[in-house]
């Protein structure tokens, strides 16, 4: 079964939740396509991806936080922790896929070489737990 928006279909995409937003990425019908969505509907078309991919495993994860110092005698400490999104594996337009891409704030999808699965896979989980990145398929 499918569900659908009034935007796309996203039949066999991934969703990566963001606070009160989601993001789908990919699909059967919508290989590239990454869109933001929040209880309103479409939100906006995000960067695609570079390979198409659909029945893949995606999620978040944050980079270390800064700090801010404020003048006088009191140090607030603010952490800042930027997503970054990431997927992997699937089906691609005729075979499975060991591919991962992270989208990182402020650049466009990037394939990692040294991320890649160990074989090509579809159907894939991935879920972010204590900041990491844990995968689960055959």
Known sequence: RYWTTTYFHYRYA???PLGDEVLLTGGRETLTTVSLYNTGGWVR???SLNTGRAHHG???YSTGGEQVDW???VTLVLIILPQILLVTGGWG????LDST?????GSDWQEIT????PRPLRGVRVSTVDNR???FGE
Do not use: F
Request: one cysteine or more; proline letters at 4%; charged letters at 25%.
């Open 14 to 16: 991934c969703s990566i």
């Open 45 to 47: 078309d995000m960067s």
């Open 58 to 60: 995606c999620t978040s």
């Open 71 to 73: 003048q006088y005698d």
């Open 93 to 96: 337009d005729i075979n499975d």
């Open 101 to 105: 891409e992270l989208l990182r704030p």
């Open 114 to 117: 040294s991320a890649r699965l």
């Open 133 to 135: 990145v844990l995968l």
